[in-house]
């Protein structure tokens, strides 16, 4: 084989490999678009902020391990054609079949978590309102008792009962 044909080759498989963490970016986009439409009415505008900053620096990371590690250090103009052609093709393909399927599975598990949450706390307050009856009927007794026992200690310091 000649030199010039195998450098081909070594550069159409990195372009590939850069379309492939591209694709794979723009999957972990998608997740993170669903999962965020479906917090975002509950959390500040402050910590989605942060989240946004959070996925694109962990993207970043992504792509200079992907260079480092994968393409020997060696960045050229196929890897970045690589990588921007791999997140659009995803996107314009399959994100268009999977983003409502992420948006409908976010949805139930966070769903599902709300209901957990929910039962657990009416079971926390199921398991504590004898407790707090208990608590109750003791504060009722003790009122009761506390002006006998106010008398009787008054009696026994002060000497109405001491023998003469």
């Known amino acids: 084989m000649e030199p010039t044909s195998s450098l081909g080759v070594s550069q159409f498989v990195s372009f590939l490999k850069a379309a492939g963490l591209g694709a794979l970016l723009a999957f972990y986009f998608d997740l993170y678009r669903a999962f965020s439409s479906q917090i975002k009415r509950h959390l500040p505008g402050l910590i989605l902020f942060a989240a ?10 992504s792509c ?17 054609l690589g990588l921007a052609a791999g997140f659009g093709l995803y996107l314009l393909t399959i994100s268009r079949i999977l983003l409502p399927f992420w ?13 957990l949450v929910d039962a657990t706390g009416r079971m926390a307050r199921a398991l504590v309102a004898p407790i707090c009856w208990m608590e109750r ?7 009761r008792i506390a002006p006998a026992f106010k008398d009787l200690t008054s009696r026994i310091f002060h000497g109405s009962w001491r023998s003469k």
Request: proline fraction near 0%.
């Open 137 to 143: 009927q003791l504060a009722v007794v003790a009122g």
């Open 52 to 61: 946004d900053c959070l996925f694109w620096v962990i993207a970043a990371l």
């Open 103 to 115: 948006h409908q599975v976010f949805a139930a598990v966070l769903h599902g978590l709300a209901r």
């Open 64 to 80: 200079i391990a992907f260079v480092i590690l994968l393409m020997w250090g060696e960045i050229y103009f196929f890897s970045y």
